[in-house]
Nanobody
């Protein structure tokens, strides 16, 4: 069974940084399409960044220049680990952050990890 698990969320002060982790387990194949999203209370889920065909996708305007995403070495055991890095966090970044991976024609979602940015 292929699963998606996010981790690394927590409480951080305004201007701080967090590094999340998103791991797709249960397959030896390289996941070549994934997305990183967030959903704030009362708002729709928002796409932030991701990879498709092994190449990075454009970042959302709301996080451009502050957030980045990288992935583990494609030749190693971390090939399906994705590492969103969030810098210069603001209270508006408070949300549940999710990873989505496309596998065998299906979109698989993790349970999300809460990020709270305090004033």
């Amino acid at each position: 069974q292929v699963t998606v698990v996010e981790s690394g969320g927590g409480l951080v002060q305004t201007g701080g940084s967090l590094r999340l982790s998103c791991t797709v387990s249960g397959t030896s194949l390289v996941i070549d399409a994934m997305g990183w999203y967030r959903q704030a209370p009362g708002k729709q889920r928002e796409f932030l960044a991701g990879f498709i065909g092994g190449r990075p996708r454009d970042y959302a305007d709301s996080v451009q220049g502050r957030f980045t995403i990288s992935r583990g070495d494609l030749r190693g055991n971390a090939k399906n680990t994705f590492l969103p890095q969030m810098n210069a966090l603001q209270p508006d970044d408070t949300a549940v952050y999710y990873c989505e991976a496309r596998f065998s024609g299906r979109d698989l979602w993790g349970q999300g990890t809460q990020v709270t940015v305090g004033a």
